[in-house]
């Protein structure tokens, strides 16, 4: 716990610049949904009815960012034996596939798909997406 809370501590500006990245993109997505719904007689559709009635053709984002957050927070760092290309382009080539199985996929997914497709992206973008030095 004392290492936890060295580690906490000499991270604070890192923290803190996170906090208010996070703040502000929230921030921003609650003013474009506000808009979107002052111009939803235009048929713009809002952040909720994406969320809520198109989750199905969201699969791809969902293994999307779990990849992301993996790729952010989890890295790992290997030697230079192959170009890192070849992973991004194993990552994206799945993102590309469930992109089009989403778009022939009915109904509502399950939870427990939603978080297998986040946790399988995160898993494949650690393995197969390094950082090569």
């Given at each position: ?90 990552f994206f080539s799945m993102v590309f596939l469930l992109f089009v199985l989403g778009r ?30």
């Amino acid at each position: 716990m004392n290492k936890l809370h060295r580690f906490l501590k000499s991270h604070l500006s890192e923290i803190r610049t996170i906090k208010i990245v996070v703040a502000s993109l929230l921030a921003l997505m609650v003013l474009i949904d506000i808009v979107l719904v002052m111009l939803e007689g235009k048929e713009f559709p809002t952040f909720s009815y994406v969320v809520k009635n198109l989750r199905h053709r969201l699969i791809w984002f969902t293994f999307l960012y779990g990849g992301l957050v993996a790729k952010i927070f989890f890295n790992r760092k290997v030697g230079e034996q192959e170009k890192e290309a070849t992973g991004l382009l194993a990552f994206f080539s799945m993102v590309f596939l469930l992109f089009v199985l989403g778009r022939n996929l009915e109904g509502e997914p399950s939870l427990f798909l939603q978080v297998l497709l986040m946790i399988s992206g995160g898993i494949l973008a650690y393995r197969a997406w390094p950082q090569y030095q």
